[in-house]
């Protein structure tokens, strides 16, 4: 994955709250990759997770971002950069898809937190939670460190796009709650492959794929290669529930998925990228 050396990032999408950790041992209330899946099929109760602190963030020590991270360039060699030039370039698609469709895209931050942090909307979290969205505020959060555990514990390759495809199927979430389609999961507790739940992973996954297939349109990425790709694919087949669980317990229960396996999440990410249009993921008709 290069970024074009020239392109001009905008850090006013990404705050870095480092250093301001609270230490909290509850986690947060959005929607998570690794964490929330592990404490799910482990038994736990999802509410048990927030923290409720409707105060927000505190703002922590200055960052320097806007110095660092100022053109394509700084995000080929800065993994703090590259966060910046992928959530641009995740925006600036999706803010031609709405328009294509006669809506309006609302942009939304990334947070960058390390240990915990305190979102606005869904309470307190610690890293050990994954990356999120939070609806209520639109943002996603995330720690860094969570690539290596990706890598380490959970058998994922590792390399640039693995960040990139969490952060675009984080925003695969915020596309979802602008079209509204987030209510359905509040309104639905049921588990397992063919659930409500899993089909809102699913479909975020896909429009991680097809953010991935208009990347370099964005004007922010001069390539990627079939190898991040791969990558892409990993990182989603790492972070399914079967791989989960076998990880965790052992075995496997179908029934208690909330995120899809690793084949379905690798399946909707293929079809994403390969079809190149949203409106190839309809995760809501038929089987997944």
Same mark, same amino acid.
């Given at each position: ?24 041992? $509850?986690?947060?209330?959005? +929607? ?28 922590? $020590? ?29 925006? $600036? #698609? ?17 947070? +960058? ?40 514990? #959970? ?8 960040? $990139? ?5 984080? #925003? ?15 309104? !639905? ?54 791989? +989960?669980?076998?990880? !965790? ?6 029934? !208690? ?32």
């Amino acid at each position: 994955m290069d970024f074009n050396d020239g392109a001009r990032l905008d850090t006013s999408q990404v705050r870095d709250a480092r250093g301001r950790g609270r230490g909290l041992a $509850a986690g947060g209330g959005g +929607i998570s990759i690794v964490g929330l899946i592990l404490f799910l099929v482990l038994g736990g109760d999802p509410q048990s997770l927030v923290q409720q602190d409707p105060g927000g963030s505190t703002p922590g $020590a200055t960052s320097d971002l806007a110095e660092r991270c100022a053109t394509g360039a700084d995000a080929d060699r800065d993994v703090d950069c590259r966060v910046v030039g992928v959530v641009n370039s995740v925006q $600036a #698609y999706w803010t031609g898809a709405f328009e294509r469709t006669n809506r309006t895209y609302q942009e939304a931050d990334t947070e +960058i937190f390390q240990g915990s942090t305190t979102t606005q909307g869904c309470g307190s979290a610690t890293s050990a939670v994954g990356p999120f969205y939070c609806p209520a505020d639109a943002t996603a959060y995330l720690d860094l460190g969570f690539f290596e555990s990706l890598r380490d514990d #959970y058998g994922a390759s590792g390399g640039p796009f693995a960040v $990139a495809y969490v952060l675009a199927h984080e #925003y695969g979430h915020h596309v979802q709650n602008l079209l509204g389609t987030t209510e359905k999961r509040q309104r !639905s507790r049921d588990t397992g492959p063919q659930s409500v739940a899993v089909r809102i992973e699913l479909q975020a996954d896909c429009f991680a794929g097809v953010w991935a297939a208009n990347a370099v349109d964005t004007g922010f990425l001069a390539r990627i290669t079939e190898a991040d790709v791969k990558d892409g694919l990993s990182a989603a087949a790492a972070v399914g529930d079967d791989r +989960i669980q076998e990880a !965790s317990t052992g075995r496997v229960d179908q029934e !208690s998925w909330t995120h899809g396996s690793a084949e379905q999440r690798q399946t909707w990410f293929l079809k994403g990228y390969r079809g190149k249009d949203p409106g190839d993921c309809d995760t809501f008709t038929g089987r997944v």
